[in-house]
């Protein structure tokens, strides 16, 4: 037989165009398109622990992670093992089972401020939901954002979006109505000013503050030492509510997620090793008393499913209690709860204790150092930024001086030395995100040899953004 003609399938390149004339853009969500970049994306074939296989059977370390849910690491073998046994159970009832009660108290345990919980299929779905309930609560319809942040593409948080909406360079999306956007106020990131003069202007109208704790779809842009604390004292203060939008962060960043590690553990970019050294822990039965801030609402994704389509919102059991079929506030899913995904979420919340966070932080601080001793050496204008182990690189002169708090500075950066940096990563076998705007998702499965093979490539991506 031919050795050569049994690994040719169709290349990415061929895969890609053959999308393209089907699905639009080729790809079923934007940023995977590798608009801000160029070339054709990766298509992938299989993944395991740290790495994905793409369409040309080449084994790449991967820092995407399927843009948040694999903590552990890809296809680990007792998710896996836990998905397949719920399979042969049956794929969907539309039916209530043991499973979702199981999740929603490992979620509990981890975030007691989510009494009540309900499962969705997807993040978006999860802040839509919030948003809604906060408006039933309320009885108001204003809802503030801040620009950068990124809450799914539901009509109203499309305004001013981090992620896709950021790397696309879109002010919002073309097909939402003014009136919708009209009830969306957007303010600046980190300015505890513009927060309390839009309470003081029209704090009456507000029925939410919506908020990712930790921002993670402009880059990584960590709260200053108090913001979190004003949205919570200034949404309690004019009857408002305070939404936590922990899809990204949820279980990422601890046990507790961003909540658990700032408004428990105390962490903060003031730390002297910028919060590095900060373990998270878990939140304790005195968690109130503790707590430096408690959200009303909060919002799952990514991890809580394992790699599954699962997310959910959770807050206050007077608040979730207004939810059909008990209360006024209508919201329902043919798929949502549904059995392989909570069985997947189960599983992956189970594995993921003390041993698995410490890891990810290890790996993810080893990765951060690499890549930065190398950019330095090449006179690459840098600065990493972190939220717990979550992390992503600034681009800039600006950016390596005063930081970046907002989103008007994360768009300030010099993006353009991204693609290249990007492409070199990738071509000695590295899959960063293709975006400047998003974070590097480190896993527990990322080892010596991983660490080794980007510390390998980190040299000639640096020369490749320098020379850019
Ligand atoms: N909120 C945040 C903070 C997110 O990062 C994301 C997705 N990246 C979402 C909401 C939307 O989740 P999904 O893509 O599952 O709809």
Redesign the pocket.
Known sequence: ANSTSTAAGPTSTALFEAARAIIPGGVD?PVRAFGSVGGAPRFIASAGGARVRDAEGRDLVDLVGS??PALLGHAHPEVVAAVQEAAARGLSFGAPTESETILAELVRDRVPAAERMRFV???????MTAIRLARGATGRDVVVKFAG?????SDGLLAAA??GVATGGLPGSAGVPAGITALTIVLPYNDITALQECFAERGSEIAAVIV?PA???MGIVPPEPGFNEEIRRLTAANGALMIA?????GFRVGPAGFWGLEAIDGWSTDLPDGGAGVAPSWPGADWRERAAWVPDLL?F??VIGGGM?L?AVGGRADVMDLLAPIGPVYQAGTLSGNPLATAAGIATLRLADDAVYASVASASARIQAVVSEALTAEGVAHRVQRSGSLFSIMLGADAAERGVRDFGQAQAQETHWFPPFFHTFLNAGVALPPSVFEAWFVSAAHGAPEIEAIAAAAPTAARAAAMA
Do not use: F, I, M, R
Request: proline share 6%.
């Open positions: 969500s843009w948040g299929s997807t993040g978006t779905e999860a802040t942040c990124y809450h799914g593409h981090g992620s990712e921002p993670a779809n939008d922990e899809v990204l962060t919002t994704g990514k389509p997310a």
